[in-house]
């Protein structure tokens, strides 16, 4: 499996430089405007919540079949309690929104981490890969335990572990490029 899982890897190597491309215009975009980074990130999550919430009502109300559809009603009241909350109360928004980025960045940096031990046989040197989970875990961690200090302060650390993180995964990539699995 892990002679699969490498070669994978190595054959959709320009996906990982794809990806580490993008985090690192993230992070120079976040550094560059921060205040405009957390507003837009609070917008379009209310944006997103309250189409959720308008199309659930609507399926609900278009159903046309004796099927029960008080369930697409009450997932669609709840999502716009939650856009009405977003952008009445954005604040919070941003601090529910920095935890659960850190939530995120921990659970992503260890199941990374699991995956360069996956196939540390097949590829040399998986440190990079090693190091990237390590960032990340290290970057959720600090955004759960400080998310008090300001959302916006945040920003320039997530732009910060956006750019390293693009970087790390840029190397990865190339080192993969030249990966040439054993059959």
Do not use: C
Request: charged share 10%; aromatic share 12%.
């Amino acid at each position: 499996m892990n002679t699969v899982v490498s070669h994978l890897l190595a054959a959709n190597w320009w996906l990982i430089l794809l990806r580490g491309f993008a985090a690192i215009v993230f992070g120079i975009l976040a550094f560059a405007w921060p205040g405009a980074t957390l507003l837009t990130l609070i917008i379009l999550y209310g944006a997103y919540v309250a189409a959720d919430g308008a199309l659930a009502i609507a399926a609900a109300v278009r159903g046309g079949t004796m099927v029960p559809r008080w369930w697409l009603v009450l997932v669609g009241a709840i999502s716009l309690i939650a856009a009405a909350a977003t952008f009445f109360y954005p604040g919070l928004t941003a601090l529910l929104l920095i935890t659960l980025i850190g939530i995120w960045s921990v659970a992503r940096g260890i199941t990374e981490i699991v995956g360069a031990m996956q196939v540390r046989k097949e590829i040399d040197n998986e440190w990079l890969l090693i190091l990237e989970g390590i960032l990340s875990v290290l970057f959720g961690l600090f955004v759960l335990m400080r998310p008090g200090q300001g959302a916006l302060a945040l920003i320039w650390v997530i732009g910060a572990f956006a750019i390293a993180e693009g970087a790390l995964l840029v190397g990865f990539a190339f080192r993969l490029r030249r990966h040439r699995p054993v059959t």
